[in-house]
């Protein structure tokens, strides 16, 4: 949601892909682990990120409220600016059976203003949105009962009141005030394992950003504008899922690839499940996840670290502190053979290949960073090399690791666009061979030193901008346990052997381990 209102797609994935694929599938904000974990410097050695870090460390500040909200601030002088990014550490797989796509839903209704913002008469607004819930309860009991005259009379008193509720509504008032005090980028995404709130301010404007946070999630009108920001919602979905092949094929391959796990359920939420969302049952996902304890909130840029503590102190020690409510999550059984789903739908075709593997915190995590990189990292990777360049059987060919999430045990999937006069099979089998010399031969010493550079120039990269910097830090604070294990990842990496290599391919790349998914031309009947 950006600052007029509408719904910006932020992925950090990969290349074609990432504006392809990605986009339509996994757009809804989600963060695959490959995206944080590569990144570090230019030279041929670890060495030079120290100065790095210690700058990092000299100038990081942590603290956290009394009622358990942890804030990480990080002084950066260059420029009069300061990047905000409130993550609460809550996503899909938090979500209840039946409720899918709540946590998403939230974070739309998240810009639609408090009791104070973005309405004109918070007192009569509310009165209208109680008829409103009223009614909608009678015409989903009247459907049920297949009352269709009941129906169309509570739907034409329904349009009636919500034309009522908007005449009281300021639209997108959070986000004029942004802009008119100079803040920019003012977006948020949802993933399968978190939600993230984020723009920037001059760094005059601290005190001002502090009141319309806080304010943000301690008094948000959760029924404004809820059942129009459904039919938003599920026009997604029928944009991203419905009507898109490979958002279609994804949705099939994630379902097959986990059967147990809540990995396997959209972060949009299933078409079902959105229709018969109510705003009580957002609130109450409200209530149980958005605790102080369970947000994380990360200041970067020109920021006097005293000063935050004083204001988040004010603003944010408002908040009650309140149990984190606690989701069933189930672990994934392990993988005993070969799965396989096939999507037929007018579209080019395209071939899936994931395997699983351990979460972010496995010792093995940056061996499955350099693997996925010496595969699929752009054009000197093996799989553009072989199966785009010298074989011409695909158009493209890359892969990640940390679908479609890294705080669980997760999966790395490659991907391959076919080209014409191929086959997915053709596509399948290169892919195969370029996997299987991972197993049998080891990597040469220059191509493992090749990709571990790529590796610390990235997360230099990454690192240059203060939202990038405050992205960063918050993933690996909240997923790993501190902060500090973003620049510990760089002497993982560094570490990674030829023969660590060759160890976890043999482990992962089975048969027994790996799903597959065929999106195929839709044959037509004569």
Known sequence: MNTLGLRKVSCAFHKILVGFLVVNILCWGLFPGSAFARTATSSNNNSSIQPYLQKVIENLTEFRLENGMKFIVLERHQAPVVSFLTYADVGGVDEPDGKTGVAHFLEHLAFKGTSKIGTKNFE????????????????????KAGNKELVAKLEAEFKKQEKNASEFVIQNELGRIVEQAGGV????????????????FPSNKLELWM???SERFLDPVIRREFYKEKDVILEERRLRVENSPIGMMIEKFIDTAFTTHPYRRPVIGYDEDIRNLTPDDVQKFFE????????????????????????????????????????????????????????????????????????????DHAVYEIISRVLSDGRTSRLYKSLVETQRLALTAQGFSGFPGEKYPNMMLFYALTAPGHTVDEVAQGLRTEIEKLQTQPVLAKELERVKTQARAGLIRSLDSNMGMAQQLLEYEVKTGSWRNLFKQLDEIEAVSAADIQRVAKQTFTPENRTVGKLLPKQTTK
């Open 124 to 143: 009569q607004e509310k009165k209208i949105l109680d008829k409103l819930d009223e009614i909608a309860t009678k015409k989903q009991a009247a459907k």
């Open 185 to 200: 980028g003012l977006n948020a995404t949802t993933s399968t394992e978190a939600t993230r709130y984020f723009y920037s």
């Open 211 to 213: 009141s319309l946070e």
């Open 288 to 363: 149980s996840y958005y605790v102080p304890s369970n947000i994380t909130i990360a200041v970067v840029g020109d920021v006097n670290p005293a000063e935050v503590k004083k204001l988040a102190q004010t603003y944010f020690g408002r908040y009650e502190s309140r149990p984190k409510g606690k989701a069933n999550i189930p672990v994934e059984p392990d993988q005993n053979k070969t799965r396989e789903v096939t999507v037929e739908f007018p579209s080019q075709p395209w071939y899936l290949e994931g395997y699983h593997r351990p979460d972010i915190k496995h010792p």
